[in-house]
């Protein structure tokens, strides 16, 4: 079974930073775009960020010279670094990939993770 495991969240200071991380596990055969989304209390969930398999990026415009998206394809890993955090950065953080499990054929899966809550305060 394929899954996306999220890590990495927590509370920090205003000004502060955080990497999250989040790994695809299980048999897959490739993943393509991946990126993180996030909730804040009362609010819909936001793209924050996204990557495809290529390594193109886009940003939400809130996050832009702050956060950084990368992956790394042999891991099967995407990470968020998040740098000179907002209160307003506060949310859960979601991790979102496009997978096609192992081994062929098989069919096309959008998973999400299980979500890490990112508190940014003093």
């Known amino acids: 079974q394929v899954q996306l495991v999220e890590s990495g969240g927590g509370l920090v200071q205003p000004g502060g930073s955080l990497r999250l991380s989040c790994a695809a596990s299980?048999?897959?055969?490739?993943?393509?775009?991946m990126g993180w989304y996030r909730q804040a209390p009362g609010k819909q969930r936001e793209l924050v960020a996204a990557?495809?398999?290529?390594?193109?990026?886009n940003y939400a415009d809130s996050v832009k010279g702050r956060f950084t998206i990368s992956r790394d394809n042999a891991k099967n890993t995407v990470y968020l670094q998040m740098n000179s955090l907002k209160p307003e950065d506060t949310a859960v953080y979601y991790c979102n990939a496009g997978v096609i499990p192992a081994p062929l054929p098989s069919r096309f899966l959008e998973l999400w993770g299980q979500g890490t809550l990112v508190t940014v305060s003093s």
């Open positions: 299980g048999s897959i055969f490739s993943i393509s775009a």
């Open positions: 990557i495809t398999s290529d390594s193109s990026t």
